[in-house]
Nanobody, 117 residues
Framework: QVQLVESGGGLVQPGGSLTLSCATS????????MGWYRQAPGKEREVVAT???????HYADSVKGRFTISRDNAKSTMYLQMNSLKPEDTAVYYC???????????WGQGTQVTVSS
């Protein structure tokens, strides 16, 4: 059974930084393109960063230059370094395969990121 566990969120002031982690189990992590998604109140869930199995990356325009996605295949873990955070980055952040239908795993509980002064 695939499990996805997000952690590392919190309350941070505008301009601050956070690093999120996604610990996975029950899957061959290294073969999947993985992504960080976020869902703000009243909005649909969107993918903000993708890392492919060979390490290539892609970012949504809204986070490009501020967020960095990475993966450690030996630890079956993915990360999201978030810098220069803005109030509009406030959301619950989730990890999953890209697209999520590939892994067909249940979404984890997510981790709340709140950017506020």
């Amino acid at each position: 059974q695939v499990q996805l566990v997000e952690s590392g969120g919190g309350l941070v002031q505008p301009g601050g930084s956070l690093t999120l982690s996604c610990a996975t189990s029950g899957m061959i992590f290294s073969i999947y393109a993985m992504g960080w998604y976020r869902q703000a109140p009243g909005k649909e869930r969107e993918v903000v960063a993708t890392i492919f199995s060979r390490g290539g990356t892609h970012y949504a325009d809204s986070v490009k230059g501020r967020f960095t996605i990475s993966r450690d295949n030996a630890k079956s873990t993915m990360y999201l370094q978030m810098n220069s955070l803005k109030p509009e980055d406030t959301a619950v952040y989730y990890c999953n395969s890209v697209p999520p239908e590939i892994l067909a795993a249940s979404w984890g509980q997510g981790t709340q990121v709140t950017v506020s002064s």
